[in-house]
């Protein structure tokens, strides 16, 4: 272990000898012997020693005090006193250096090993204490956001540059002031003050909001995000509080253009799912509606499911747009007012893929052109194109295959009469957990049976079903 290196302050050479020779018997290093104030500050900063015993009473114009003083002013050494002096007087100078020690003449060893070991643990720890310090408040004012801390009754004690910056009042101005007057906070909604001491201290655990404004700052009024929490001992007794705060303008800004974007985009997609209905319509006048009726049994089903909303908007496009492959399907089959032939068969079921390969380069937000290829899948494999089985298909495509097929067997087609929604209930209730995905299926009854119609759509009776 490194010996602790002391420098040795006494203006009596005699005295001095004697107070290095016990220091070294204590295993200490004496780094130097200075008789003057003078002397002392000049080789506390050659010789950086870890302590300087310090006498009172010197040589020269600086005395004992004033040499300490000088020394706790340009270096960080610790000063133990060694005097003979104890008078009240000497003592009030002495508190003005701070020092880590007093011993009086005459000593024991043990008195003075006891007074430097201390001296020099104490200097440590206010050491590390310093530096925690300057590393909280460099990580604190690097932060964007506004920190002030508070006492146990709500007076401010501490303030970061942002919370300078967005308040307008400085560290000074503002210490042992409410923070109610320093923080100065409007309802937004309301417009009244807001006071997040008084909810805190009244029980809240942390309060967290971004519907507030900071009043009176150099900006005058700025919305917040405001967070402020207790801090507590180990009894959970209120230490204080640390508020935390952000201006949100700019990203109040930010979410009202996203908003108008986003609104734009739907627009622009409603345009162009329309424009495709109608095209898709115009190849099949027959089925004029067809897909809208479809959508609106689809997004009933997917909504009484519990689905999330951006799913349900997804199996609306999809609906809306699941017969667009029939474009390429020749007119005269389309409107063909008899049965078809099994090759012309063939080629109606080519309108899933169709529709995918026009669709599967739109940059939907959702799988649409998977949910229009796989909507007359079936789940035990006997659906087309692909022939997929259970969960190979999508959970949307199982909702529009049930919708499509309730509604196009209760319609007119040019090749027979509408067969009526009886017999169209009746098909996905026999091909339940079979063709049909079970829990589709109970919903899409349950919806009737509540008063469902394609026109209409659900009657105020229909409830949500739990899944």
Same mark, same amino acid.
């Given at each position: 272990?490194?010996?602790?290196?002391?420098?040795?302050?006494e203006?009596?050479?005699?005295?001095?000898?004697?107070?290095?020779?016990?220091?070294?018997?204590?295993?200490?290093?004496?780094?130097?012997?200075a008789?003057?104030?003078?002397?002392?500050?000049?080789?506390?900063?050659?010789?950086?020693?870890?302590?300087?015993?310090?006498?009172?009473?010197?040589?020269?114009?600086?005395?004992?005090i004033?040499?300490?003083?000088?020394?706790?002013?340009?270096?960080?050494?610790?000063?133990?006193?060694?005097?003979?002096?104890?008078?009240?007087e000497?003592?009030?100078?002495?508190?003005?250096?701070?020092?880590?020690?007093?011993?009086?003449?005459?000593?024991?060893?043990?008195?003075?090993?006891?007074?430097?070991?201390?001296?020099?643990?104490?200097?440590?720890?206010?050491?590390?204490?310093?530096?925690?310090?300057?590393?909280?408040?460099?990580?604190?004012?690097?932060?964007?956001?506004?920190?002030?801390?508070?006492?146990?009754?709500?007076?401010?004690?501490?303030?970061?540059?942002?919370?300078?910056?967005?308040?307008?009042?400085?560290?000074?101005?503002?210490?042992?002031?409410?923070?109610?007057?320093?923080?100065?906070?409007?309802? &937004? +909604?309301?417009?009244?003050?807001?006071?997040? %001491? *008084?909810?805190? /201290?009244?029980?809240?655990?942390? !309060?967290?909001?971004? #519907?507030?404004?900071?009043?009176?700052?150099?900006?005058?009024?700025?919305?917040?995000?405001?967070?402020?929490?207790?801090?507590?001992?180990?009894?959970?007794?209120?230490?204080?509080?640390?508020?935390?705060?952000?201006?949100?303008?700019?990203?109040?800004?930010?979410?009202?253009?996203?908003?108008?974007?986003?609104?734009?985009?739907?627009?622009?997609?409603?345009?162009?799912?329309?424009?495709?209905?109608?095209?898709?319509?115009?190849r099949?006048?027959?089925?004029?509606?067809?897909?809208?009726?479809?959508?609106?049994?689809?997004?009933?089903?997917?909504?009484s499911?519990?689905? &999330? +909303?951006?799913?349900?908007?997804?199996?609306? %496009? *999809?609906?809306? /747009?699941?017969?667009?492959?029939? !474009?390429?399907?020749? #007119?005269?089959i389309?409107?063909?007012?008899?049965?078809?032939?099994?090759?012309?068969?063939?080629?109606?079921?080519?309108?899933?893929?169709?529709?995918?390969?026009?669709l599967?380069?739109?940059?939907?937000?959702?799988?649409?052109?998977?949910?229009?290829?796989?909507?007359?899948?079936?789940?035990?494999?006997s659906?087309?194109?692909?022939?997929?089985?259970?969960?190979?298909i999508?959970?949307?495509?199982?909702?529009?295959a049930?919708?499509?097929?309730?509604?196009?067997?209760?319609?007119?087609?040019?090749y027979?009469?509408?067969?009526?929604?009886?017999?169209?209930?009746?098909?996905?209730?026999?091909?339940?957990?079979?063709?049909?995905?079970?829990?589709?299926?109970?919903?899409?009854?349950?919806?009737?049976?509540?008063?469902?119609?394609?026109?209409?759509?659900?009657?105020?009776?229909?409830?949500?079903?739990?899944?």
């Amino acid at each position: 272990m490194t010996r602790k290196r002391i420098l040795v302050v006494e203006d009596e050479s005699i005295v001095s000898l004697d107070i290095s020779h016990r220091l070294r018997s204590l295993g200490y290093e004496v780094v130097g012997q200075a008789r003057t104030g003078g002397d002392a500050v000049a080789m506390a900063g050659t010789h950086e020693p870890d302590l300087v015993l310090m006498d009172i009473q010197l040589e020269g114009n600086m005395d004992g005090i004033q040499a300490a003083e000088a020394i706790r002013r340009r270096f960080d050494i610790p000063i133990v006193f060694l005097t003979a002096y104890a008078d009240s007087e000497t003592v009030q100078r002495v508190k003005v250096t701070e020092p880590f020690g007093y011993i009086i003449k005459p000593f024991e060893d043990r008195e003075v090993h006891t007074a430097i070991e201390m001296a020099c643990y104490k200097h440590a720890a206010e050491r590390r204490v310093r530096e925690n310090r300057q590393w909280l408040q460099a990580t604190l004012d690097s932060v964007g956001e506004g920190v002030i801390s508070t006492d146990d009754l709500g007076r401010v004690n501490y303030m970061n540059r942002v919370a300078v910056a967005l308040t307008g009042w400085s560290q000074d101005q503002a210490t042992g002031r409410p923070l109610g007057d320093v923080l100065r906070l409007e309802d &937004e +909604e309301f417009g009244r003050g807001f006071d997040p %001491v *008084a909810r805190v /201290l009244g029980g809240r655990k942390t !309060i967290r909001t971004d #519907a507030v404004v900071l009043v009176g700052g150099p900006s005058e009024r700025v919305p917040v995000d405001l967070h402020v929490t207790a801090v507590r001992d180990d009894n959970s007794e209120i230490l204080g509080l640390v508020a935390a705060f952000r201006n949100i303008a700019e990203r109040r800004r930010t979410m009202v253009a996203l908003k108008k974007s986003v609104k734009d985009l739907r627009q622009a997609l409603d345009a162009t799912v329309g424009a495709l209905i109608v095209t898709s319509e115009k190849r099949d006048p027959y089925t004029a509606g067809h897909q809208l009726r479809v959508s609106k049994l689809a997004v009933a089903i997917a909504t009484s499911m519990g689905l &999330e +909303e951006d799913m349900v908007r997804g199996i609306e %496009v *999809a609906a809306q /747009l699941h017969d667009l492959g029939k !474009i390429y399907v020749p #007119a005269e089959i389309l409107s063909k007012p008899a049965s078809l032939s099994s090759i012309e068969f063939n080629m109606m079921q080519t309108h899933p893929e169709a529709g995918y390969e026009i669709l599967r380069m739109v940059p939907f937000p959702w799988p649409v052109a998977d949910i229009v290829l796989q909507h007359h899948e079936r789940l035990n494999g006997s659906g087309y194109p692909k022939g997929l089985v259970g969960d190979d298909i999508l959970q949307q495509a199982r909702i529009l295959a049930v919708a499509d097929v309730v509604e196009a067997m209760s319609s007119h087609r040019p090749y027979r009469a509408a067969l009526g929604l009886d017999r169209a209930l009746e098909e996905v209730r026999s091909g339940r957990g079979n063709r049909y995905d079970t829990a589709v299926v109970d919903v899409c009854l349950e919806l009737f049976e509540a008063g469902f119609d394609f026109d209409g759509g659900e009657s105020s009776a229909a409830a949500p079903v739990e899944q």
